[in-house]
Each structure stands twice: as C-alpha cells, then as structure tokens.
DNA sequence: TTTTACAATATCGTATTCCGATATTATCAT
DNA sequence: ATGATAATATCGGAATACGATATTGTAAAA
C-alpha cells in the first residue's frame, strides 16, 4: 500500500544512475540504502531484468575487481522515460512542495 | 512496468490533495486528469478503500448537489506518510533535477 | 588440480495489486 | 412509480513484490 511509493522512487534513481554511468545490482543496492532506501535482491533483480526486456537499459556482463558484474546502462527509450517523468516530478514537487 | 510509476505520484496527489480539503471519487478522476494522469474508476476506489482501510483516510458519506458522495480526509498517519515522501520527493528531485 | 570462500545474480511461491468492464446504489425530475 | 444520471463498488485474469533459497563465476588456499 506504502511500499509502491518507495518503489517508483527507487526505479527512477536507478534509470537515473544508469544515465550517468553503468550499475550493476549489488552496487545500486548499496547505493539506494545510503540514500535511505531499502531493497533487496529478491525485488532489484527482476526489476532490472524487466526494465531490461522493457527496452529501457541495456545489459553487458563484465569482469571487474575480480567478480563478474551485469552492468546497466540507459538505452534512448529510458532516458525518453527518465525525462517523462523529471517533467512529472518537476510538477509534483512544484504542488505538493513549493505551493503549500 | 512504468504504469506504476504514475500510480506512486497519484497517490502523493490524493494524499495532499486530502490534506487540503476532502476529496473524492470522480472529482479526484477529473482533477488527476487535468494533471496528465489518467486512472480509472476500477483502480481509482479500490485505492481509496485501501488508503482508508490503511489508516491514511477517513470516510464520510455526504450529499452535495443531489449527490451522494464519499468524501476522504487525511488522517495523522495518512499526513506523517505525506511528509515522509515530501521529504523523499525533495530528496530526489534535489538529485535528479537539480544536480544534472 | 581440487577445494574453499565469497561476490553477484537468478529463481520460487504466496500474497497482493492493476484495471477495463460491468454491476450496484442513490438522488432528483417527470 | 419510472427513467435518467452521477457516484461508487465488484470481478477476474494478468502482472508484481519480496524473503528465502539456489545457482553461477572468480580467485586464493590446500
């Protein structure tokens, strides 16, 4: 009931990371908690994996530090979404933040 | 996959715009939809019924203009919850928007 | 070469949610 | 009473969440 509200956050910081640079899941897990978020590999994985298949990010494994990590990165179609919806967040925060 | 997106800011909509005033059913589907968000009333009351079961909202029955309406109000809980993702919100927005 | 340890990713099953289409309820005008 | 309209509620198939567990890949130790 609450926890969806959290889950859109987390899946526009991911799209938002993997504009910037590649993620790879353990990464982003640490990265999201340090900002305050929760979740775990049982949610995060399908969830790329989906946003995968959806055409958003696009994925390449790799070899790094000795461990062998799926890097994301954004594809033309996420970054389309990312900025779908930076202009609805820009509405929202105007609304529900700057106006009270 | 991005549907539930728009579904996590409709409900930081409802919930403010409970803060402010009572809401809902149809006005809220018309407000929403002023705003570029589409949702329909199969997922729209449901919603509302679980924010309320929730402890986010109460209820009360009213007729206005001959007609009986529903009308939702924030509750303490439900204004703790829309503080918390103000808080997130600003928190994102800072990030995604801001710093770019 | 095997084994061990560890990091990273993937899967499973139950409970929950989404949402278009349809049904139900309430009110007023005729 | 009857009809029209606004508002709310329900149904069912498809999709999602997520803790717990399993699987895979890498490198150092035995």
Redesign the pocket.
């Known amino acids: 009931?609450i926890?969806?509200l959290?889950?859109a956050f987390?899946?526009i910081h991911i799209l938002h990371h993997a504009d910037k640079e590649g993620v790879?899941?353990?990464?982003?897990?640490?990265e999201l908690a340090r900002h305050g978020y929760?979740?775990?590999?049982?949610?995060?994985?399908?969830?790329?994996?989906?946003l995968e298949k959806?055409g958003f990010l696009t994925?390449a494994?790799r070899?790094?530090?000795?461990?062998?990590?799926?890097?994301?990165h954004i594809t033309p179609k996420g970054r389309a979404l990312l900025n779908n919806m930076r202009a609805k967040l820009k509405e929202l925060y105007q609304e529900v933040i700057e106006e009270q």
């Open positions: 009931m926890r969806d959290e889950l987390i899946k790879f899941g353990i990464g982003l897990m640490a929760g979740i775990g590999p049982g949610t995060l994985y399908p969830t790329l994996a989906k959806g994925c494994a070899t790094v530090e000795h461990k062998q990590r799926k890097y994301y």
